[in-house]
C-alpha cells in the first residue's frame, strides 16, 4: 500500500494502511530533482521531507515548486518549519493546477487529510521539481524576469539553459495566469526533454509554444530571434530572447575576445 520508485524519486501511498487514521503521521523522503507524489484515500497526515542527493552550500539555497494534479483532492497542504505550520495550499485550490513555490529551508511540506464521510473518492497527488534559483512563490515567477538580458546573461543562457533554439514567433497569446508564444524554429541547439515537435530531415523545422509572466506583454516580432529558456512540469518558460542578428554579433566578439563560455553552431 506504500511504495517509493526505485530511485526515491517518487512516493505512492494509501491512507487505509493506518489504523489510528486520525494520529499518524508518516514521514516520507523523496530524494531526487523531480519526481512526483500520490495519496490515495488521505486520512491523518504525512510530513514529505524533500533531500536532493547533494551535500554543498548550494543545496541550502534550492527552492522547490510543486504542481498539484487537476483531480487532487482531500487534503490541505502547509509548510512544516519545526513544528509551526504555514499554510501553502488548500483543498479547493488544488484543483487549479497552479504551481507553489518555497525555499527548501522553509520546511518539510505537512499534508493534512480533510476530514470526510467517504474518503473513496479522494486522492493528492502533485508533481515536485527542485530548482537552483529562487524563482518565487508562485507559477508566474518560473518564467524569467521581463527585463531585457545583457550581453554577459546572453551568452551565459545559450550555454545553460534548457532550450536553445532559433527562430520565428507565429502567435501571441495573452492570458490571464500567462503569456505564451507560438513559434516556428529554424535550428533547434537543446531541448531538455521533447517541448518542441517536428524536425522532419526535409522541413527542419520545428513547432511549439514558450510561456512568459502575464506582466511581460510580449508582442509579437518580424525576423528570427534567439529563444532560451527553462523547463518546468513540461512546458518551456521563456528566458532570454534576443534578436538572431544580435545575438550573432555578441557570439561573434566574444569569440575573437575568447571569452565565449562555450561553443555554438552559430552561422
Known amino acids: ?45 504525512i510530513i514529505v521531507n524533500l533531500r536532493p542527493n547533494t551535500i554543498s552550500s548550494a543545496a541550502a539555497r534550492l527552492s522547490v515548486c510543486i504542481k498539484p494534479s487537476a483531480d487532487s483532492r482531500g487534503t490541505n497542504i502547509y509548510l512544516d518549519r519545526n513544528g509551526k505550520l504555514r499554510l501553502l495550499m488548500r483543498e479547493e485550490d488544488q484543483a487549479r493546477g497552479k504551481v507553489q513555490c518555497f525555499g527548501i ?13 467517504d474518503i473513496s473518492r479522494r486522492t493528492t ?13 508562485d507559477a508566474r515567477s518560473l518564467g524569467a524576469p521581463c527585463q531585457p538580458c545583457s550581453d554577459a546573461e546572453i551568452l551565459l543562457a545559450v550555454c545553460t539553459s534548457d532550450i536553445v533554439a532559433r527562430g520565428s514567433i507565429t502567435k501571441v497569446e495573452q492570458k490571464e495566469e500567462h503569456s505564451s508564444i507560438s513559434v516556428l524554429l529554424s535550428h533547434l541547439y537543446r531541448q531538455k526533454t521533447q517541448i518542441f515537435t517536428g524536425g522532419a530531415a526535409r522541413a527542419r ?7 512568459m509572466p502575464p506582466q ?52
Request: glycine share 10%.
Open 205 to 211: 523545422r520545428w513547432t511549439g509554444s514558450i510561456k
Open 125 to 137: 497527488a502533485f508533481q515536485y521539481e527542485l530548482l537552483s534559483n529562487r524563482p518565487g512563490p
Open 105 to 117: 529551508q522553509e520546511g518539510a511540506l505537512f499534508v493534512e487529510a480533510v476530514p470526510h464521510t
Open 1 to 45: 500500500l506504500c511504495q517509493y520508485s526505485s530511485d526515491q524519486c517518487s512516493w505512492k501511498g494509501s491512507g487505509l494502511m493506518h489504523e489510528g487514521h486520525a494520529r499518524d503521521v508518516e514521514q516520507v523522503y523523496l530524494r531526487c530533482s523531480q519526481g512526483s507524489l500520490e495519496w490515495l484515500y488521505p486520512t491523518g497526515a
Open 216 to 267: 511581460c506583454r510580449v508582442r509579437s516580432g518580424e525576423g528570427e530571434f534567439l529563444f532560451t529558456g527553462t523547463v518546468r512540469f513540461g512546458e518551456a518558460w521563456m528566458g532570454c530572447a534576443p534578436r538572431y542578428k544580435d545575438f550573432l554579433r555578441l557570439y561573434q566578439e566574444a569569440q575573437l575576445q575568447g571569452t565565449n563560455p562555450c561553443q555554438v553552431d552559430a552561422d
